[in-house]
């Protein structure tokens, strides 16, 4: 089945450490999006990337890092720059312009 | 600044009912007004959505009602079932959603049976 699939579905960082969120996609989308999601917060959007070996920020990219080498793949790095990083990290993608974005079921990231 | 308010934060509706949320935008350069449903723990699933051209559109049970010129839309729920309980997002973007949706802070829905 065509789908997005994000890894792992729970998260655990430590302070001072560098987590990466995996991100995948077969449905052949250009677009790919980062959202963080904050109880009451609604979700609210890190990076996105419209195509392969480009992309931009978002309203809270700081203490984020993103990479799109391939069309499938759209990593997020949650650095220990983020001082908050405890969130439920949403994944989503678009065929185009004019398509609606399809979610991942997240990773949730919490703090030891 | 939120550009997009989202409307009430709950609400509780008895079986049978109609369930309206609302939301209202800031920014009149949206073009693309996207519904989406969430049950803990998944992503959100789009729901319906609608552009500014027409002011209401429905499919099966939920119906999105638009007002440009007041810059608010709506989502109504026919005949709501204990199944349709979950989480309510509205959504906003400009270029069809190209770079990225702004959404509302969400209802958390409860239909009692």
């Known amino acids: 089945d065509g789908g997005i699939t994000q890894s792992p579905k729970y998260l655990f960082r430590k302070e001072g450490q560098n987590v990466t969120l995996s991100c995948e996609q077969n449905?052949?989308?250009?677009?790919m999006y980062w959202y963080r999601q904050d109880p009451g917060q609604g979700l609210r959007l890190i990076y996105y990337?419209?195509?392969?070996?480009?992309?931009q920020k978002g309203d809270i990219a700081e203490g984020y890092s993103v990479s799109r080498e391939k069309k499938e793949s759209f990593p997020l790095t949650v650095t220990s720059a983020q001082k908050n990083p405890t969130a439920f990290y949403l994944c989503?993608?678009?065929?185009?312009?004019?398509?609606?974005?399809?979610f991942g079921d997240g990773t949730r990231l919490s703090i030891l | 600044q939120q550009q997009v308010k989202q409307s009430p934060q709950s609400l509780i509706v008895q079986k049978g009912g109609i369930s309206i949320i609302n939301c209202a935008y800031e920014?009149?350069?949206?073009?693309?007004f996207p519904w989406y449903q969430q049950f803990p723990g998944k992503g959100p699933a789009l729901l319906i959505a609608?552009?500014?051209?027409?002011s209401e559109k429905k499919e099966g049970r939920f119906t999105i009602s638009f007002n440009k010129s007041a810059k608010q839309f709506s989502l109504h729920i026919m005949d709501s079932q204990p199944g349709d309980s979950a989480t309510y997002f509205c959504?906003?973007?400009?270029?069809?959603?190209?770079?990225?949706?702004?959404f509302g802070k969400g209802t958390h829905l409860i239909i009692q049976p």
């Open positions: 920014n009149t350069a949206f073009d693309y």
């Open positions: 990337s419209q195509i392969v070996n480009d992309f």
């Open positions: 609608i552009r500014p051209d027409v």
């Open positions: 959504a906003a973007s400009m270029k069809g959603g190209a770079d990225g949706l702004t």
């Open positions: 449905l052949n989308h250009d677009a």
């Open positions: 989503a993608s678009n065929p185009g312009a004019l398509g609606a974005q399809h």
